[in-house]
């Protein structure tokens, strides 16, 4: 097969050492179960300082909450043994840190949040325990991944209905009415009774799956170089198809979803995957130009998007209507300053939806700007093992796919972040691993199960080496016989 030009093909080049090493290939396996040991020390730590910090006892049920998450994550320590032995050993400790580190906080605000609804005369529903039961659900869909897939290549041969199958779910809340479809005006949900999904969650890692195969089967068109403009070698206009139709996509979602949030995340993923395939920087600021063009355009025309423009200029001149949000979580941020408030010592429910889209202002205010530094490192180190997986294999769609899967993970938080610290306007997105709600959960942890197959095709020994031939001069002759 031949490799695209650029970091892709030269990386490959470069990381065939991995596939030729020996049998004896440590698997590693030893290391995660000593990491998810060390985490879970970590995630019963936060427990027990909540737990002094809001009740000044140690509950019975924080036992329960540690013991159930260490079994869970006992046995997808197992299945990985069992199913992906030589995957990278980081992975699942850091999503498992997340995950713990949330079901903690959440544990944390329960108490607080159930009493403000208690006053205001609305029912709460416990936010820990659910996030546990989806944190078991979405495991087991990272098992049932790793069972089914086991080759990453395969997925290639099904792109173009990953795209279609994608593309589907990321419009259809959009058309769907309100009734079932809308929260905090956002039409990003399927509302069917007690239980609700957010399909755009799993769009995204569908539309990368198609991306990723696309750009395999059709780089050619990606990396014809057209005129030169001030030293920037742009493509040829009628190669631009593919990017403006992702462009077109984006804006139809912002357009029918009255959300920033999956639209900027589909195509900057976009956007990241093309320039991984050709290394050209001429995609990314014709992309630039586009979805500034575009977000400009949807500014002019919606009322939605003007009012969060306008929340992320200035949100004290509204502070007790459209601003309170992003005003509640910048105090949030501010109180909890270098060394944070400790755990269980702040005050984050009085930022509105907190447990979900603005669950970071939490951590934020409690562990402060060291212990949001040091969860944002846990992000970049996931990501990094994913990026070096994604060096190591040895086929393109692995490659494509690792860097995908990678790049939006920090992109998603990175968008998380900037929204609720003022840097960009609040989209709405949530943080994988940390806010609560099955969907997001679900498909976080099946890009970590893609991950895990990715690294372990990377460092899987060879089953079969090519004999080397012999000189000709050594070689000697063989009577081949005609077949009767």
């Given at each position: 097969m031949a490799l695209p030009p650029g970091v892709l093909g030269a990386a490959t080049t470069h990381m065939s050492a991995p596939g030729s090493s020996s049998p004896a290939t440590p698997t590693r396996r030893g290391t995660e179960l000593a990491l998810l040991g060390f985490v879970a020390g970590l995630v019963a730590l936060a427990f027990v300082l909540i737990s002094e910090n809001q009740f000044q006892t140690l509950k019975p049920e924080v036992l329960l909450y540690v013991a159930v998450y260490a079994a869970l994550f006992g046995l997808a320590h197992l299945a990985v043994r069992k199913l992906a032995p030589y995957a990278d050993p980081l992975i699942l400790p850091c999503a498992s840190l997340l995950n713990g580190l949330s079901v903690a906080m959440l544990y944390r605000l329960d108490t607080p949040l159930a009493q403000q609804a208690l006053q205001s005369g609305h029912g709460y529903s416990n936010a820990a325990p659910k996030q546990l039961i989806w944190t078991a659900l979405s495991l087991a869909a990272m098992v049932v991944v790793l069972w089914g897939v086991k080759d990453h290549r395969t997925l290639s041969r099904y792109g173009y209905t990953f795209g279609l199958v994608g593309l589907v779910l990321l419009v259809l809340p959009g058309v769907l009415p309100c009734s079932i479809s809308c929260v905090g005006g956002a039409k990003l949900w399927i509302i069917i009774g007690p239980v609700s999904i957010q399909p755009g969650e799993f769009a995204k890692v569908l539309i990368i799956l198609f991306v990723a195969a696309f750009l395999v089967s059709k780089r050619d068109l990606f990396t014809i170089a057209g005129r030169k403009v001030f030293g920037l070698e742009l493509p040829r206009p009628r190669d631009t198809g593919p990017l403006l139709i992702a462009w077109a996509i984006a804006i139809l979602v912002l357009m029918i979803e009255?959300?920033?949030?999956?639209?900027?995340?589909?195509?900057?993923?976009?956007?990241?995957?093309?320039?991984?395939?050709t290394e050209r920087s001429a995609w990314v600021w014709i992309g630039i130009v586009l979805f500034m063009g575009g977000a400009t355009l949807a500014y002019k025309m919606f009322i939605h998007v003007q009012t969060r423009v306008t929340n992320w200029i200035d949100p004290f001149a509204d502070a007790q209507n459209d601003g309170y949000q992003m005003v509640q979580s910048l105090f949030s941020l501010g109180s909890g300053g270098i060394a944070g408030a400790g755990l269980g010592a702040g005050h984050p429910e009085l930022v509105p939806v907190v447990s979900s889209d603005f669950i970071v202002s939490?951590?934020?205010?409690?562990l402060g700007f060291i212990g949001l530094t040091a969860m944002i490192v846990v992000y970049m180190m996931l990501a990094m093992r994913g990026l070096r997986s994604g060096l190591a294999v040895r086929d393109t769609f692995g490659k494509l796919l690792a860097g995908g899967l990678s790049f939006l993970l920090m992109w998603q938080?990175?968008?998380?972040?900037?929204?609720?610290?003022?840097?960009?306007?609040?989209?709405?997105?949530?943080?994988?691993?940390?806010?609560?709600?099955?969907?997001?959960?679900?498909?976080?942890?099946?890009?970590?199960?893609?991950?895990?197959?990715i690294s372990d095709a990377a460092r899987r020994p060879q089953a079969s080496r090519p004999k080397p031939q012999a000189p000709i001069a050594e070689a000697s002759t063989v009577l081949v016989e005609r077949p009767t």
């Open positions: 009255t959300e920033l949030g999956a639209s900027l995340m589909f195509f900057g993923t976009v956007l990241a995957m093309v320039y991984l395939a939490a951590f934020g205010e409690e938080m990175f968008v998380v972040i900037g929204g609720i610290s003022k840097l960009i306007p609040e989209t709405g997105l949530t943080a994988p691993f940390l806010s609560a709600g099955g969907s997001s959960l679900l498909a976080s942890y099946i890009m970590v199960a893609l991950l895990l197959r």
